[in-house]
């Protein structure tokens, strides 16, 4: 099982849709937690970092849920320029920092 | 934010020769650098932790010889793919974190990527 699970995708979109994003954390002592976008061909960039009592960037909203392990990223009235790769991104402190990074889910959207 | 430049952005090599690729934290210092190598399609993977002053860290798999850290400065970390071969066609990508970031968080900064094709 891989330490980090995201849905496979990808998500095929209208302009406009709400369109969420799941990832799950098999190491219980992971401490931080971030949606990263990558677009094709381009480093990834941080979207925001995901806290317990959850967190909004405009239209982004990122929640954790410690108990279940689980992350997520909800993405209102989708724009075309959301069109990129979202990866969950899992660190652990006591791993010298490393990140464990999810496949990614391909997003989509269209005019 | 933090700014991470790599040099050079792309790369066409013959196979068999080696090829540098230099990592900077431009307004930072980093005591760890992390290489990471993404093929189409595929998430990124961690190659190495790059320890500044010391040997890097190799995840399980990569060859140490074949890929040459070196972490000379706190600023500057360098990957070197010896005697290149096509399979070593990929997207390197290296990344930073701030010293001075006392923040739990550990975020990382990412370079904008190498792309290297071996010919």
């Known amino acids: 099982r891989k330490e980090v699970e995201q849905d496979p995708g990808p998500f095929n979109v209208p302009e406009g849709a709400t369109v969420a994003f799941n990832c799950t954390y098999s190491n219980s002592a992971s401490q931080s937690f971030f949606w990263y976008r990558q677009d094709c061909r381009k480093e990834p960039k941080l979207l925001m970092s995901v806290y317990s009592s959850g967190n909004e960037d405009g239209r982004f909203t990122a929640q954790l849920n410690r108990a279940s392990q689980y992350i997520s990223l909800l993405i209102r009235d989708s724009k075309l320029s959301d069109s990129a790769t979202y990866l969950c991104v899992v660190n652990t402190r006591t791993n010298a920092g490393k990140s464990t990074f999810g496949d990614g889910t391909t997003l989509t959207v269209k005019p | 934010g933090a700014v991470v430049s790599q040099h050079p952005s792309w790369v066409i090599c013959k196979s068999g020769t080696s090829v540098k690729i230099e990592c900077r934290s431009l307004?930072?210092?980093?005591?760890?650098m992390f290489w990471y190598r993404q093929f189409p399609k595929q998430s990124l993977m961690l190659m190495a932790t790059s320890n500044e002053g010391s040997k890097a860290t190799y995840e399980q798999g990569v060859e140490k010889d074949k890929f040459l850290i070196n972490h000379a400065s706190l600023t500057l970390s360098t990957l070197t793919v010896t005697s290149a071969h096509p399979e070593d066609s990929s997207f390197y990508i290296c990344s930073a974190r701030d010293l001075t970031d006392s923040r739990a968080s550990y975020e990382q900064y990412f370079g904008p990527g190498t792309r290297l094709t071996v010919t």
């Open positions: 307004d930072f210092q980093a005591t760890t």
